[in-house]
């Protein structure tokens, strides 16, 4: 009787197959989706790595003054003798200062931001809730389809359209009757300048934005519209005093995705931005350039130094957008997580 009752018990506590087989899938995933999440942070942090090495002797040479200055030179290649900071050296003349680029890259940013945000959380409120349904399967794809256009095809566009028009049409006509306004008086320049890279840029982030938008305000329960439309709201009340604040934190998501798309976008920026070296912009149409185009603009030129020492300011430009970027991240996780905390002692 007694081995009948541990036979018993033995057969009460086996596990079967199925679920040693589950039991095994499961750790098999945990493990692949540990080792993935790992190897993403690895490869970031071995980019950083092996990039601060290399721009260390920028980093020495140029001390603070590489975020304070706003010269940019690589020196006299057929001068005589070196400067020595910090023990490197670098071509007699050789002035490394980022604080002008990383003006143009922030202000092409929040500028090309200004203009999408609204524009994006208009297209995708119609593509939710104002296309007929017919239609928003085209509506959606043609979305989609603007998202995959390379960057350089955006250049080229606005090369070819975009700045003569802005040369021709519209830098004279605000000049000539917002002149007054600061940073929209002063010359109207051949179109290539900041007013051009903030389209260019704004054009080039709004499909991001819509699709993420769109796809966040789905998600949802369409209840909330609904029941707004039954106590008498109008569809534009119900779209923005109660979708749009239901999904704000996705909606910051997608602000952010296309602002560090903004950040960094290179090809484009550089074909219609003018290529300014060492000025700031005067107003809206002054030539203009961005940490990512003139590393892009200015690696031949570095290529001819000797000393290596513009080469390795070019890797420590590149550092800089890293940095601002992060710092970007960072603060925009800490009000995101604000917003959670203040939702859930709302609820």
């Known amino acids: ?78 001068g005589s003798g070196t400067i020595t900071r910090n023990g ?46 017919s239609i928003r399967p085209i509506a959606n794809a043609l979305v989609e389809l603007m998202a995959g256009v390379p960057s350089v095809v955006y250049g080229v566009w606005g090369l070819v359209v975009l700045v003569p028009w802005i040369g021709t049409k519209l830098a004279p006509w605000v000049t000539g009757h917002f002149g007054f306004i600061p940073f929209l008086g002063g010359a109207a320049g051949s179109g290539n300048g900041l007013a051009a890279s903030v389209f260019i840029l704004a054009l080039m982030v709004i499909p991001i934005m819509v699709a993420t938008t769109r796809d966040v305000i789905l998600a949802q329960s369409n209840s909330l519209f609904e029941a707004s439309m039954a106590v008498g709201s109008t569809s534009w009340q119900a779209m923005t005093r109660v979708v749009l604040p239901s999904v704000r934190n996705g909606i910051a998501a997608s602000v952010l995705l296309a602002f560090g798309r903004a950040l960094g976008e290179t090809m484009a920026v550089l074909m219609v931005c003018g290529a300014a070296i060492n000025t700031y912009p005067q107003n809206i149409f002054s030539p203009i350039n961005t940490i990512a185009s003139v590393i ?29 970027t992060l710092i970007i991240n960072v603060i925009a996780r800490a009000v995101m997580r604000g917003a959670d905390r203040r939702e859930g002692r709302a609820a």
């Open 1 to 78: 009787m007694a081995s009948m009752d541990i036979r018993a018990g033995g057969t009460a506590n086996a596990v079967s197959p199925a679920a040693l087989q589950r039991t095994g899938s499961q750790t098999i995933l945990a493990v692949l989706t540990g080792l993935a999440a790992v190897a993403s942070f690895a490869i970031i942090f071995l980019m950083l790595f092996f990039l601060l090495a290399y721009a260390y002797p920028a980093i020495r040479f140029n001390g603070i003054d590489f975020f304070t200055n706003s010269i940019w030179n690589i020196g006299n290649q057929y």
């Open 88 to 133: 490197f050296t670098a071509q007699p003349g050789a002035s490394f200062g980022a604080l002008v680029f990383i003006f143009g890259t922030l202000i092409t940013g929040a500028l090309a931001m200004l203009v999408a945000v609204p524009l994006s959380l208009m297209v995708a409120l119609s593509l939710v809730y104002t296309v007929p349904k």
């Open 296 to 324: 892009v603009s200015q690696l031949e030129s570095a290529l001819t130094d000797a000393s290596g020492m513009a080469q390795r300011s070019l890797a420590e430009l590149a550092c800089a957008l890293f940095l601002i």
